[in-house]
C-alpha cells in the first residue's frame, strides 16, 4: 500500500549545475483561473486545457556566489524508450527568483526559484515520466487549519540528499519525519515551517508531502490524502568547537507551498 502517490514520486527531479547540487520538482498552475483542476497527471491534456507545469527548487540551487549558471535538470522517460534519462539545460535567465531574495540565510523564506517547464517539446508531452502536483493537492495556510495539521505529524520529504544522479535513470530517495513547528504559520507569525527528519544539503528544493493519517487522536483530525506541504529550503548544522566538526541536526525549514504558487501566479499576472 503506497502513503504517497507514485507519480508524486516520479515529479521529483535532480538538478545540478558546476557549483551546486540539489532536488527540483513540477507543479501545475492554472493559466487562466476559470479553469478545473486537470484529471489526471498528462502533460499534454493539462497544458491544453490551460495549466502551465513549473519546475520548482530552491534559488541557492541554481546560483552561487553570484554567478551565471548554466542548471542542467535531469528527468526519465518511460521504461522502454532510448535514451532512459534527459538532461535539460537552463539558462539563468530562464528561472525567476522570488523578488525578496537576498541568500539562504538572510532571507531563507524567500530562497524560490521558479522555471516553466518546456511543454512545447514532444519529449515532454510524450515520453516524459515525471508528473506533477496538481494545485488541489496543495496546503494553503487556510487549508491546513481547516484540516487540522499540528506539530507531531508525520510527512515525507522526496529528494537526492546523495547530491548526485544514479546513471541510465534517477530514482530520488523517500525519507521520513515529523512537523515540529506550524502554527506560528498557521496563524500568520511566521513564513515557515519547521520539520525534523533524516535532511541533507541535496533535499533542498525537494517536496514536503504530509503522511495519510489511519488513526488519529480524540479531538483532532485524521487526513486520508497526502498533500503538498511545501520545499525544504535548508537543514541546520551544528559545530563541535573542539573538533570543528560539523554534524547535521537533522531540523529543516520548509517553505510553504504556498508562497510558491504566490510567486507563480504573480509571474503569471504580469505576463
Known sequence: MALIHPTMVASTLFIHNKCTAGTCFIIARPNLYNYPNPGNHDFENSVRDGWRMWLVTCAHCIEANGQDLVTTVETNVYPGLEPQKLCWTFERRE???????????????????????????????????????????????????????????????????????????????????????????????????????????GNSGGPVVTKPAAIALKGTSRYKNSSLLGMIQSVSALEDKNTEVIMLAGTGKVIPIQTINELIDDIMSDT
Open 95 to 201: 528561472w525567476a527568483v522570488h523578488p525578496e531574495y537576498v541568500d539562504k540565510d538572510e532571507t531563507p523564506h524567500y530562497d524560490i526559484a521558479v522555471a516553466k517547464v518546456p511543454t512545447n517539446h514532444v519529449y515532454w508531452t510524450q515520453a516524459v515520466e515525471p508528473a506533477y502536483w496538481p494545485a488541489h493537492w496543495h496546503l494553503s495556510r487556510n487549508r491546513m487549519e481547516s484540516e487540522g495539521i499540528v506539530e507531531g505529524d508525520e510527512i515525507f520529504f522526496v529528494g537526492f540528499p546523495l547530491e548526485e544522479g544514479q546513471g541510465d535513470r534517477n530514482y530520488p530517495l523517500v525519507r521520513h519525519g515529523i512537523i515540529s513547528q506550524c502554527q506560528p504559520y498557521i496563524r500568520q507569525q511566521s513564513e515557515l515551517i519547521f520539520v525534523d527528519g533524516a535532511i541533507w544539503p
